[in-house]
C-alpha cells in the first residue's frame, strides 16, 4: 500500500555507471546513539544521521567554515524529528539504507497502517538539507533543536593546535578557552533556528603579534563569524523557539537551511539565510531533486574501480577494498567542496566522544592543518576526476594564503621565495606550540621553536606536485599561469636562496630534517626528491606555456641538486632518509618519499632496486593512518603485498563506530582522512600510474583480482577497461590517439627484468650462472635488454637458452660496461604465466663478487606495444651466518628476509619487517637445504598469520 502512495515521490533516475549501488549501507536495526550514524553531504554541509530505537531521526548538522570565536571548527547543532503519535514499538520491519548512487539516506519501518518511510538528502546545490516523510496513519512530524553550546563553558583540557596551548606551562593553557553560547532565534512565524555568532577573536591577534606578522594586512577571520540554520515546513507551526510542527497529514517537507557568513551580524545572517529559503522554495521540488540526482549521476559517473575475487574459493578481500574504495570517495565528495579543505582528523562528521569536552565539536589534536595530514585524500583525486574537491586546497595553500606566506619568509629568514610550514591554522600562521611563546622582535632565531617541524618544508614542493598533477590531467591554461607556476617560482625560490653549495657546487641542505622522524639531517630525502621530481616536471611541460626566465631558473636549480642520498646496509644499496641523518623521533619512512609522492624510484624508472631494499630494511612498519607501506608497495610493483596491506586496512574501522568507512582514531581521530586517502590512492595505483605521457596499466595488480575500472591519466585522457585473472581484456581509452602511450604491465610485475647472482664471493674460475624465469605475453618472439653487472671480474657473457630449441641469442659488451642481450627465433607461443627463458653466463675472475640488487636492466624492446616482461630468480645456495646464539640463513639471491631457525620439530619464522615489504619467489612454496649435523630439510608453505608473520612448518 505505502509503495503505491509514495510511488510519485521516490525517483526513478538511472544508475550511474559501475555498480555503487553495490556498496550501498543497509542497517536493519535502529542505532543506540550517535556513534550509529551515517554521513551525508554536498561538499560543503555535512550531517550525521541516526534512528534510535524510538523512532526518533536524529542529525548533527556541519560545515566546513564553522569556526568559532577561538579557531575550532565547530558542529552547527542538533535536530530530533519525531513522529505524533509516536510509532508503534518495536519498528519492525526495519531499514536504514545509504543509497550512494543519489547522495540520500532512506529509512523504512512499520508495515500496514503503521508504515513509514523518511527520506533524507542534502542539496547538492544549496546549502539545504530535505526531509521527507511519509506515512499510511496520518500523523504529525515534529522538529526539535537540541544545542550543547547553551552557556559560557570553560573547556577543561585543549588540544595541541588550539590557540592557547603552551607545553610549557602547567595545564598547558595560557589562558582560559572560553566556548560561548549558541543563539535560539526568537519568536518567528513558521520556522524555527538558531545561530552562533564570534563576537570576539581569540586567536589571529595574538599568533601575529607573536609571530612577527602582525603588520601584514589581512581581516580578522574570526571576529563576526556566524553561523546557523533555519528549519522551515509545508504549513508548519512554531510550538515554541525549539519545537516546529509540521500539520498531521501522510506527507511532511522539511527543509534546513545550513548557512554561513564573514563578516556579518546576527540580523544581515538571519536576512540572508531567509532570502535563501524563499528562493528555494521557489524552485519546484522535483526539479531540485533531479539536479541533485544529477549532480551524483556525474560523480559516480567520473570514475570507479569494482573489483571482486578472480574465480576463487578463498577470500581474497576484494569485496571489502571495493566498499571501502567507494564509501571514502562517497566521504569526500560529502565534505570536500567547501571553502576549506579536508579536515583529517574527522572531516565534518565527528560525533560525540564520551569523557571529551565539546561533546560532538571535540576533535583529537585540535582546529589545526597538518600538512602531511592534510594532503592525503587529495593525492587520489586526479586518477578519480574529482578536480573540483582539489580546488579547496589550491585556494587555501595556493592563493588565500600565498601573500602571507611570502610576507613572513622575508620576515623571518630574510630572502625571497616562500617556505609552507608544516602546521598552521587555517588563517596561516603556525600553531601557537610550534612557533613558540617568545615574541618575533625578542627571538635571534626567528623560525618556529618547537623541533617536530622547524626545518620540514617539504609542504611546498608536494603542493605544487599536486598543482602539477592537476594541471597534467586538465591543462587548464588559466590555472597553469595564475596559480601553478606563480606557486612554483615561490617555492624553488626559497631553496634555491636558503642554502649554499657545497664544494661541488651542489646545494647543501643544512640545517635540515626529515619529516618529523629525523631531526638533524643534511640534504634530506623529501625535500631534496622533491625538487629533482619538480624541476624535471616543469621543464616537460611546453615551452610555448612557460616563460623563458623561469625555465632557466628550472635548469639552472636542477643542475645544482645533488643526487639521491643512499645507504649501504649488508652490502645492499638503498635510498636513505638523508645524506646524513640522526636523532629518530617519529616513525615515517622519508628514504621512500623519492618512490611516493615524488615517483623518481618506481615501476618503469631507473634503480628500481634502490627502492626495493629501502622498504625491505625500513625502520617503521604499518597499514593503518598515515602510513603509506601500501602506496609504497603499489609503486614499487609489489602486487600481492600491496593486496595484502590494502585488504586490511580496508578492514580496519574504528571499533565503536557503526558505519564502514568511519577509520580511525590511528595516530589521528574519527573518520581518519589519512587512513582512508592512503586507501584510495593505494587502490589506482595498483591499477594504473603514470610517467609523462605513458601510462602503466596493472603495474601492481594481483593475479586473484578481478576488476572493471574508469580512471584519468594525464592530457585529458580517459581509461575504461575489465580485468579478469589478473589480465587486461577490455580497454577503451579515450582519446584514442592515446592508446599509444599505454603499457600494460604483467602480473604486477615491473617492465624490466629483474635479475640476480645464484653465488656470492664467486670462486675464480667458476661459472656465474643467472637463470631468468619469464613471465611473458602471449606471442612473444623477440627480446633486447641491456645488463649492468656490479663486478667487472665477470668475463665471456653468453646466453644459454633452455626449454627453446632454435633460440638464437647474442650478447655484447657496450662501452658504458652494460651488456647488451638479444634473443630471437623464440619458438612457438609462449604460455601465459612462467617459463623458463633460460639464463647469463659469466666466467669468474679472482675478487669477482655478485649479488642480485646490484645486477639492473633497462632498454626492453621487441616487445609487442601494451605487453610487458618480467623475470625472477629461483634461489639455489645459501650461506650460513651465526649471530650470537641464534644462527640465522641468509638466502644469497638478493633475498634480505631473515629465516629464523631452532631445533628439529619446532616452528621456523621468517623475520616480520624485512619479509612484509618484498614480493619473493618462495612466498608460495618454500624448500631449503641446510648443512651440518644440526640442520635438516625443510619444505613446507610460508602463510601469514594475524600476528604479522611468516610461519614455516615442517612436514612432520
Given amino acids: 500500500m505505502l509503495a503505491v502512495i509514495l510511488g510519485w515521490v521516490w525517483s526513478t533516475a538511472a544508475e550511474p555507471p559501475g555498480s555503487v549501488s553495490a556498496y550501498n549501507v543497509v542497517w536493519d536495526t535502529p542505532s543506540e546513539n550517535d556513534s550509529g550514524s551515517m554521513p551525508l553531504g554536498n561538499g560543503e554541509v555535512g550531517l550525521n544521521a541516526w534512528v534510535e530505537a524510538n523512532g526518533d531521526l536524529c542529525l548533527y548538522l556541519s560545515r566546513t567554515d564553522s569556526w568559532g570565536d577561538n579557531g575550532r571548527l565547530l558542529k552547527i547543532g542538533k535536530v530530533r524529528f519525531q513522529l505524533d503519535p509516536a510509532p508503534k514499538l518495536p519498528m519492525r520491519p526495519f531499514s536504514q539504507t545509504l543509497s550512494l548512487a543519489d547522495g540520500t539516506v532512506v529509512v523504512r519501518f512499520g508495515e500496514g497502517d503503521e508504515a513509514t518511510v523518511l527520506r533524507l538528502w542534502v542539496d547538492a546545490h544549496h546549502p539545504a538539507v530535505r526531509l521527507e516523510v511519509h506515512t499510511v496513519r496520518e500523523a504529525a512530524v515534529v522538529a526539535s533543536i537540541e544545542l550543547w553550546r547553551n552557556k559560557p563553558e570553560v573547556l577543561p583540557v585543549i588540544e595541541i593546535s588550539d590557540v592557547q596551548f603552551d607545553l610549557a606551562i602547567p595545564g598547558s593553557q595560557t589562558a582560559p578557552t572560553i566556548v560561548e553560547p549558541d543563539h535560539v532565534l526568537e519568536g518567528l512565524t513558521g520556522r524555527i533556528g538558531w545561530y552562533h555568532h564570534n563576537a570576539k577573536s581569540v586567536g589571529p591577534a595574538i599568533t601575529a603579534r607573536i609571530q612577527g606578522v602582525a603588520d601584514f594586512e589581512r581581516p580578522d577571520p574570526l571576529l563576526g563569524r556566524t553561523f546557523g540554520a533555519l528549519i522551515t515546513a509545508e504549513g508548519a507551526e512554531r510550538e515554541s523557539d525549539l519545537r516546529l510542527r509540521s500539520p498531521t497529514g501522510?506527507?511532511?517537507?522539511?527543509?534546513?537551511?545550513?548557512?554561513?557568513?564573514?563578516?556579518?551580524?546576527?540580523?544581515?545572517?538571519?536576512?540572508?539565510?531567509?532570502?535563501?529559503?524563499?528562493?528555494?522554495?521557489?524552485?519546484?521540488?522535483?526539479?531540485?531533486?533531479?539536479?541533485?540526482?544529477?549532480?551524483?549521476?556525474?560523480?559516480?559517473?567520473?570514475?570507479?574501480?569494482?573489483?571482486?575475487?578472480?574465480?576463487?574459493?578463498?577470500?581474497?578481500?576484494?569485496?571489502?577494498?571495493?566498499?571501502?574504495?567507494?564509501?571514502?570517495?562517497?566521504?569526500?565528495?560529502?565534505?570536500?567542496?567547501?571553502?576549506?579543505?579536508?579536515?583529517?582528523?574527522?572531516?565534518?562528521?565527528?560525533?560525540?566522544?564520551?569523557?571529551?569536552?565539546?561533546?560532538?565539536?571535540?576533535?583529537?589534536?585540535?582546529?589545526?592543518?597538518?600538512?602531511?595530514?592534510?594532503?592525503?585524500?587529495?593525492?587520489?583525486?586526479?586518477?578519480?576526476?574529482?578536480?573540483?574537491?582539489?580546488?579547496?586546497?589550491?585556494?587555501?595553500?595556493?592563493?588565500?594564503?600565498?601573500?602571507?606566506?611570502?610576507?613572513?619568509?622575508?620576515?623571518?629568514?630574510?630572502?625571497?621565495?616562500?617556505?609552507?610550514?608544516?602546521?598552521?591554522?587555517?588563517?596561516?600562521?603556525?600553531?601557537?606550540?610550534?612557533?613558540?611563546?617568545?615574541?618575533?622582535?625578542q627571538r635571534a632565531d626567528k623560525l618556529q621553536d618547537g623541533p617536530w617541524h622547524k626545518w620540514e618544508w617539504v609542504s611546498g614542493p608536494e603542493l605544487v606536485l599536486l598543482m602539477l598533477e592537476y594541471y597534467e590531467h586538465t591543462l587548464d591554461e588559466p590555472f597553469l599561469n595564475e596559480t601553478l607556476l606563480p606557486t612554483a617560482r615561490e617555492i624553488l625560490v626559497f631553496f634555491d636562496q636558503q642554502y649554499g653549495l657545497d664544494d661541488q657546487g651542489k646545494l647543501l641542505m643544512h640545517p635540515a630534517q626529515a619529516l618529523e622522524t629525523w631531526w638533524d639531517c643534511t640534504n634530506p630525502m623529501p625535500e631534496l626528491s622533491g625538487l629533482h621530481a619538480l624541476t624535471e616536471r616543469l621543464l616537460a611541460l611546453p615551452e610555448s606555456l612557460t616563460p623563458a626566465d623561469q625555465r632557466a631558473f628550472w635548469i639552472s636549480l636542477r643542475a645544482k641538486l645533488p643526487g639521491l642520498p643512499t645507504r649501504v646496509v649488508y652490502g645492499k644499496r638503498m635510498l636513505a632518509p638523508a645524506r646524513s641523518y640522526a636523532n629518530k623521533q617519529n616513525a615515517e619512512n622519508p628514504e621512500l618519499y623519492a618512490v611516493f609522492p615524488f615517483r623518481l624510484i618506481g615501476v618503469g624508472r631507473p634503480d628500481l632496486d634502490l627502492g626495493l631494499e629501502a622498504l625491505n630494511h625500513r625502520l617503521d612498519v604499518g597499514n593503518y593512518g598515515w602510513r603509506q607501506d601500501d602506496i609504497f608497495m603499489a609503486y614499487l610493483g609489489l602486487a600481492n603485498p600491496a593486496r595484502d596491506y590494502l585488504v586490511e586496512r580496508a578492514r580496519t574501522k574504528h571499533v565503536n563506530s557503526r558505519f564502514p568507512a568511519f577509520w580511525g582514531?590511528?595516530?589521528?581521530?574519527?573518520?581518519?582522512?589519512?587512513?582512508?586517502?592512503?586507501?584510495?590512492?593505494?587502490?589506482?595505483?595498483m591499477l594504473l600510474q603514470t610517467d609523462g605521457r605513458k601510462i602503466l596499466l596493472l603495474p601492481a595488480w594481483p593475479a586473484d583480482w578481478n576488476a572493471s575500472f574508469k580512471l584519468?591519466?594525464?592530457?585529458?585522457?580517459?581509461?575504461?577497461?575489465?580485468?579478469?585473472?589478473?589480465?587486461?581484456?577490455?580497454?577503451?581509452?579515450?582519446?584514442?590517439?592515446?592508446?599509444?602511450d599505454v603499457i600494460v604491465q604483467g602480473q604486477g610485475l615491473p617492465d624490466r627484468l629483474g635479475l640476480g647472482a645464484v653465488s656470492t664471493n664467486v670462486l675464480a674460475g667458476s661459472t656465474v650462472s643467472v637463470p631468468l624465469t619469464l613471465r611473458a605475453p602471449l606471442g612473444l618472439t623477440e627480446l633486447t635488454f641491456r645488463v649492468v653487472p656490479e663486478s667487472d671480474r665477470l668475463v665471456n657473457p653468453r646466453f644459454r637458452a633452455v626449454g627453446k630449441p632454435g633460440t638464437d641469442s647474442s650478447v655484447t659488451q657496450l662501452d658504458s660496461g652494460a651488456y647488451q642481450v638479444h634473443v630471437s627465433?623464440?619458438?612457438g607461443t609462449w604460455p601465459s604465466g612462467t617459463s623458463s627463458l633460460g639464463a647469463l653466463e659469466f666466467d669468474s675472475l679472482p675478487g669477482a663478487r655478485s649479488e642480485a640488487s646490484h645486477w639492473s636492466l633497462s632498454d626492453l624492446s621487441g616487445i609487442a606495444a601494451g605487453t610487458a616482461v618480467a623475470a625472477e630468480l629461483t634461489p639455489q645456495r645459501y650461506s650460513l651466518v651465526v649471530v650470537g646464539r641464534n644462527p640465522l640463513l641468509l638466502p644469497d639471491p638478493g633475498i634480505t628476509g631473515i629465516v629464523v631457525f631452532g631445533q628439529p620439530n619446532q616452528t621456523y619464522f621468517l623475520d616480520q619487517r624485512p619479509m612484509l615489504g618484498v614480493e619473493h619467489p618462495w612466498t608460495e612454496a618454500l624448500s631449503i637445504e641446510f648443512g651440518g649435523d644440526s640442520f635438516r630439510r625443510i619444505e613446507g608453505l610460508l602463510r601469514r598469520d594475524p600476528s604479522g608473520f611468516y610461519r614455516v612448518r615442517s612436514p612432520q
Fill in 712 to 740: 584519468h591519466a594525464p592530457f585529458r585522457t580517459v581509461l575504461k577497461g575489465v580485468i579478469r585473472d589478473g589480465k587486461l581484456t577490455e580497454l577503451e581509452v579515450t582519446p584514442p590517439e592515446r592508446r599509444r
Fill in 825 to 827: 627465433s623464440l619458438q
Fill in 250 to 441: 501522510t506527507r511532511h517537507l522539511f527543509q534546513i537551511h545550513v548557512t554561513a557568513q564573514h563578516p556579518s551580524t546576527p540580523d544581515q545572517w538571519l536576512g540572508d539565510v531567509e532570502e535563501r529559503a524563499v528562493a528555494l522554495d521557489q524552485t519546484p521540488f522535483t526539479e531540485a531533486r533531479k539536479a541533485h540526482e544529477d549532480w551524483w549521476r556525474e560523480f559516480w559517473g567520473r570514475s570507479w574501480i569494482d573489483v571482486t575475487s578472480a574465480g576463487t574459493a578463498r577470500d581474497t578481500g576484494a569485496s571489502d577494498v571495493s566498499r571501502a574504495y567507494a564509501l571514502q570517495r562517497f566521504i569526500n565528495a560529502c565534505g570536500g567542496r567547501g571553502r576549506y579543505p579536508i579536515k583529517f582528523n574527522g572531516a565534518i562528521f565527528t560525533v560525540s566522544n564520551p569523557g571529551s569536552p565539546g561533546n560532538a565539536d571535540y576533535r583529537r589534536w585540535g582546529p589545526g592543518y597538518w600538512w602531511q595530514n592534510t594532503r592525503l585524500p587529495y593525492f587520489s583525486m586526479s586518477a578519480s576526476g574529482d578536480f573540483d574537491l582539489m580546488q579547496p586546497l589550491f585556494n587555501l595553500y595556493g592563493r588565500e594564503l600565498m601573500p602571507l606566506f611570502r610576507h613572513r619568509t622575508r620576515k623571518h629568514v630574510g630572502h625571497e621565495g616562500v617556505y609552507i610550514p608544516e602546521t598552521i591554522y587555517f588563517w596561516g600562521d603556525l600553531f601557537s606550540v610550534s612557533y613558540g611563546w617568545t615574541p618575533y622582535e
Fill in 665 to 685: 582514531p590511528n595516530f589521528d581521530w574519527v573518520p581518519d582522512q589519512t587512513h582512508g586517502g592512503v586507501l584510495l590512492k593505494t587502490l589506482q595505483s
